[in-house]
């Protein structure tokens, strides 16, 4: 079945370097959303691409969809310890409207102060 | 107001027990689902509610069976505990996806999650 692949797996970063997680399709999505999940809590959403090659941005978060729309990433510049969580990437299969979200298994960010 | 509720937040049982989980969400939505984290924190979904109707049902054993009595609730019921059955587990809702309007993404609400141990 479809799978959306996600690297890396961990990243552990200094305060202040930025991080990049990417997302990999199988095939090709009608949409990618990004959710944050803090230790403890429970995913929030974030963002959703929809355009070939759209690149969208939220203060020191740049999220990016293939022009393919079958990868996306997402960047965070200066991190700070706020940004200690897991991300996702969760893609969704064109045709048809109740397609469902297929979560890559996302990046868990440490940032050490 | 918690936009999507889920009851217990913790759940420790032994093998063999039957438990439920329960989940309400305010929000309008009229698609709910349930979806299982494990300790690697996959979220893999289950199930998935459209205005009563199961759309999804994803390889999950028999034992879990879903319940919706009206769109606002979807409620999870597993048989027979396993210890495999350890995890969290996330209700969701969303708008239907595909559903007409621009602020329509489809995003999923999330409850706060139900940690189910099995000794």
């Known amino acids: 079945g479809q799978q959306v692949m996600q690297i890396p797996q961990y990243q552990h970063v200094q305060e202040g370097e930025d991080f990049t997680t990417y997302c990999n399709s199988s095939t090709t999505l009608s949409n990618i959303q990004w959710y944050k999940q803090r230790p403890g809590g429970h995913p929030v959403f974030l963002i959703q691409l929809v355009k070939s090659g759209e690149v969208k941005k939220q203060k020191r978060l740049t999220f990016q969809f293939g022009e393919a729309k079958k990868n996306s990433s997402l960047h965070i510049t200066a991190t700070q310890t706020t940004d200690v969580g897991t991300y996702f990437c969760a893609g969704r299969r064109p045709g048809g409207s109740q397609g469902n979200l297929i979560f890559g298994k996302g990046t868990k960010l440490s940032v050490k102060p | 107001d918690t936009a999507v509720s889920q009851t217990p937040k913790y759940l420790v049982t032994q093998m063999g027990n039957d438990k439920s989980i329960k989940c309400e969400q305010n929000?309008?939505?009229?698609?709910m689902y349930w979806y299982k984290q494990d300790s690697k924190k996959f979220l893999k979904i289950m199930f998935s509610?459209?205005?009563?109707?199961?759309?999804i049902n994803e390889t999950v054993p028999n034992r879990f069976s879903p319940k919706s009595p009206d769109k606002a609730h979807l409620n999870l019921h597993i048989n027979s505990l396993e210890l495999g059955d350890s995890a969290v587990y996330f209700c969701?809702?969303?708008?239907?996806?595909?559903?007409?309007?621009?602020?329509?993404?489809?995003?999923?609400?999330f409850g706060e999650g139900s940690r189910l141990t099995v000794l």
């Open positions: 929000l309008g939505h009229d698609t």
């Open positions: 509610y459209n205005n009563k109707e199961l759309i």
């Open positions: 969701a809702s969303s708008l239907r996806p595909g559903l007409a309007g621009l602020s329509n993404t489809g995003e999923l609400f």
